[in-house]
């Protein structure tokens, strides 16, 4: 009986070795077979990330090319509403009296523009007074157009910002912001009984046509172009103070984030005769001919700036990622001052 046991474990031993041997892998084959596994996918990976990062950066430029474009684009619609174009005499200059190389550089922002602006990080690149429609502002009073509202035209002074600081909300490049003070409407003289002088605050010579929602911005002063110690429109817009009563309090609208920041250098770009250049950065200049109330408008981007935190100057290697556009654009109106 005994022997009759150890034959049958003696099988039932045999069979447990054999079907090992056939429905399993040694320990060598696992190593071998993740071995071929990692010299196949390592390869296949690699291509994948390449593959995506390619694509992000990519899709950074693609991002930039549009912004520069469409913030171009806006630039020139609001310049073509233009009377009169500040040249980079009048931005640099912090005198307002004259001769002419008075300015207007402390009589508009960046205090106000922006959290933290001052003279070096907010510079004032483009300045222009403008005409600035308004849709049913007046209210017509002839009897068979009674409740009927009219369309009018308000002076505006518009200016462009070139910002870069060390602000966390936005990108580490630079940013251009837009910063605007609008007239009131002004009622009919005469006509207007119900209103009375002085009805806006810091304004008490004039009367406008409601004091909520037609009263002039804060700061807000029109140009005066019968300056008598003013000699020439220049001087005359040059010499254009804010109100002093009501300072401002308006703040600056970001129009594009990721900005070229790389500086200009002592070799500014050249402007076309009788043309001056504005702006210290490459990402957004300008060359402004006043007598013809035209601005050449050039804006570059940075794409570098988002895909990194740092090491995204421009340089002759990566100017791809550094986006283009530039615009002339002349204004459909125009200032006479004898």
Known sequence: MKNVLKFLLSIQLKRSKFVQQ????TLIELLIGLLLAFLV??????????????????????????????????????????????????????????????????????????????????????VFWKRKFLTGAITLSISTTTNKKDDT???????????????TTW?????????????????????????????????PNDKYIDNTSHCPDAGFQRFNLNLA????????????????????????????DYVDQTSIGSTPPTCPTGTLSSGSYMGFYTCVDVANTTAQVFLRGNALARLQTSNFDYSSTNQTYFPTANVRVQGHGYLFSK
């Open 22 to 25: 056939v429905n399993g892998f």
């Open 41 to 126: 996918l390592t390869p296949l990976l690699a291509f994948m990330v390449n593959i995506l990062s390619t694509d992000q950066k990519e899709q950074a430029k693609a991002n930039s090319e549009q912004e520069i474009q469409t913030a171009v684009d806006y630039i020139a619609n609001d310049l073509q509403q233009a009377v009169y174009i500040y040249d980079t005499n009048a931005l640099t200059k912090t005198s307002n009296t004259v001769p002419a190389s008075s300015g207007i550089k402390d009589q508009i922002p960046p205090s106000n523009i922006a959290t933290g602006c001052n003279s070096s990080t907010c510079q004032p690149i483009l």
């Open 153 to 167: 035209f308000v002076y505006s002074l518009v200016a462009y910002y070139l910002i870069k600081d060390s602000s």
């Open 171 to 203: 990108s580490k490049a630079a940013r251009i912001a837009r910063f605007e003070i609008s007239d009131g409407v002004l009622a009919a003289s005469g006509t207007d009984s119900t209103v009375t002088t002085g009805n806006c605050t810091g304004y």
């Open 229 to 256: 110690s003013a000699a020439g429109l220049t001087q005359k817009m040059n010499s254009w103070t804010a109100t002093a009563s009501t300072p401002y309090t308006q703040q600056a609208s970001v129009l594009i």
